[in-house]
């Protein structure tokens, strides 16, 4: 079961059935070891099962202990930051030249948002989650991440005419801001457009390693991101320190 879902990624039940022919019922059982254990664990937006850890023989991004540890960390503060205001949190990883969602409090709002998805991949230029990374990244390889991506149709730059001085403007203005918004006229990776807005803080362990980007959203609206941010942006903030803090303080239990 483990290497179905090393091998082929996020998994329902049924599809874990199909894979492995077990019975529904064994794998149930298999399952709740399993995340009782901190080898699996299930999305909460989705309900999917994903591996915690590496095997040997795969090398799936979704496969990473790493990840899983942050999930867990930043989950139970996530949940407490919707369950109090309401909007949604999505938690941003980067991948490669773009971010990906790793964990979402949406289907816990009680407004109506975009289901998204996890393992979605952003624009990391676009998305709030992204900007609130990049605005974190010391310069040099803000350099690089521009230069690796400045030709990708769909993940880089260009898409937004974004020169490198435009984009080192736009990042100290939300230095001074203190989050990372949504750049206009970004509509996410999905069809049709999402009608969402969001803001973002960086995600960083207790030594300050830069880790990924802890998003806020609202419908577009609602209010615009200044607005928001007056109102909510003190909250979010407050939650990333506490996963922060949470991930300095855990010990590394994931098999390596």
């Not at 795969?58 to 309401?86: C, D, K, N, Y």
């Not at 984009?167 to 206009?184: Q, S, V």
Request: glycine share 8%.
């Amino acid at each position: 079961m483990l290497e179905a879902l090393g091998g082929h990624g996020a998994c329902s039940l049924h599809l874990l059935h199909e894979l492995t022919k077990l019975p529904k019922s064994t794998l149930r059982r298999l399952l709740a070891t399993l995340v009782k254990r901190r080898l699996v664990r299930q999305g909460l937006n989705d309900r999917l099962y994903r591996i915690s850890i590496s095997l040997p023989t795969l090398s799936r991004a979704e496969a990473s202990p790493a990840t899983a540890e942050i999930v867990e960390a930043a989950l139970p503060h996530m949940q407490a930051l919707t369950t109090e205001i309401g909007w949604p949190s999505d938690l941003h990883m980067r991948h490669e030249s773009r971010m990906r969602i790793v964990e979402s409090t949406r289907v816990l709002s009680p407004f109506h948002v975009h289901g998204g998805g996890i393992d979605l991949e952003v624009n990391i230029f676009g998305s709030a989650g992204g900007r609130a990374f990049l605005m974190s990244l010391d310069e040099e390889s803000l350099d690089s991440l521009y230069k690796e991506t400045t030709k990708h149709p769909i993940f880089g730059p260009t898409r937004f005419g974004l020169t490198l001085e435009k984009l080192k403007y736009e990042l100290f203005l939300m230095r001074k801001a203190g989050y990372g918004f949504r750049r206009a006229g970004y509509l996410g990776e999905s069809t049709p457009d999402d009608k969402l807005n969001a803001i973002a803080v960086p995600v960083r362990k207790g030594d300050g390693e830069l880790l990924g980007a802890l998003t806020l959203m609202w419908t577009r609206i609602y209010l615009e991101h200044e607005a928001f941010a007056s109102r909510f942006l003190k909250r979010l903030q407050l939650t990333a320190d506490a996963i922060s803090a949470d991930l300095n303080l855990t010990k590394k239990t994931f098999l390596q």
